[in-house]
């Protein structure tokens, strides 16, 4: 009888851990997915340096509180300070603004397939900072990844005025400035907790923005719509604590090359729920696209030669 009850309960086990891992994993991707939907609704009626500062304004009690019941420091390590503003300006400030800024001319799914890019980035700084070598797989990749997305830029319809094109620009720099901070983070401070890395940042990242909104762009609070709040309110609660906490968990399930398969994943929950919202119609050229340009990107992360060449006998270089 013992035996009976035990066998199911230890097969139970790994099922409800690998249960709770994809539905997390799930959750991951759409409050990433949705996030630049949010990030649409909200610069509808909140200028863009101002909405990022409300962001993280909203946010940085929740991470402190994190940060404070975990017993995580909250300055970095003597000698990272120069490291704390870099990051505090080259991931947070900027970055964030250029995105609320480019969601003002670009679709929010557009936004999140330009973002997308991002990964590839990283790549590219890996090779050029840390001497990682790229694999010829990669390079094509890379190269089916941006002519895809050429493509949707196209098929969109983007004439690229002034504004489409700064909007367009904006949101590649933002995605530039992301992939320059993870490979510096990974060469000079991956020692630095996460949540360490986080917490001070984003709430003096929030009270620069804010306060340079506030003197540049002069909002009218009383003009800004519920539905902006409310995206406000679902960005700096829902998609940056909500979603960096439970990235946090899957770090600690998954392997970091399956957990960066995220950002292929979100970009289709982004422009999916942005063409329902916006009521853009998903025409096949589009979807084709999209699944083109996130299969080469996806390339990039899993590159023939190295996993082969164990297989094959041969030892991939490092």
Request: with cysteine.
């Amino acid at each position: 009888m013992s035996i009976a009850v035990s066998a199911p309960s230890s097969t139970a086990t790994p099922r409800l851990a690998a249960l709770v891992t994809s539905v997390l994993f799930l959750i991951v991707c759409l409050s990433w997915g949705t996030t630049w939907l949010g990030i649409k609704i909200a610069v509808e009626s909140v200028p863009p340096l101002t909405a990022a500062g409300l962001r993280f304004l909203i946010a940085f009690p929740l991470f402190l509180s994190f940060a404070l019941l975990r017993r995580e420091p909250l300055l970095f390590p003597r000698g990272s300070r120069g490291f704390f503003v870099f990051v505090t300006l080259s991931y947070f400030s900027l970055p964030y603004y250029l995105l609320n800024y480019g969601e003002m001319h670009v679709s929010s799914g557009l936004t999140a397939l330009l973002f997308s890019c991002m990964p590839v980035f990283i790549l590219m700084f890996s090779a050029l900072f840390l001497r990682e070598k790229i694999y010829p797989s990669q390079l094509l990749g890379i190269a089916i990844g941006f002519g895809s997305l050429f493509m949707i830029i196209r098929s969109q319809g983007l004439h690229l005025d002034h504004a489409e094109l700064f909007g367009v620009l904006a949101i590649l720099c933002a995605a530039v400035m992301h992939a320059l901070c993870y490979v510096v983070t990974k060469k000079h401070a991956s020692a630095i907790s996460v949540i360490t890395y986080n917490t001070l940042p984003i709430g003096i990242a929030g009270l620069m923005l804010f306060s340079a909104g506030l003197a540049v762009e002069a909002p009218v609070f009383d003009a800004i719509t519920a539905r902006s709040w409310s995206a406000l309110l679902y960005l700096g609660l829902v998609a940056s604590v909500g979603g960096f906490i439970v990235y946090f968990l899957l770090l600690k399930r998954l392997s970091p090359i399956i957990l960066s398969f995220v950002f292929i994943i979100f970009p289709v929950f982004a422009v999916i729920i942005g063409a329902w919202y916006e009521r853009q119609s998903l025409s096949p050229e589009l979807m084709v696209y999209s699944a083109v340009l996130l299969t080469g990107f996806a390339i990039t992360k899993l590159p023939v030669e190295k996993w082969l060449a164990p297989a094959l006998g041969h030892t991939p270089a490092p």
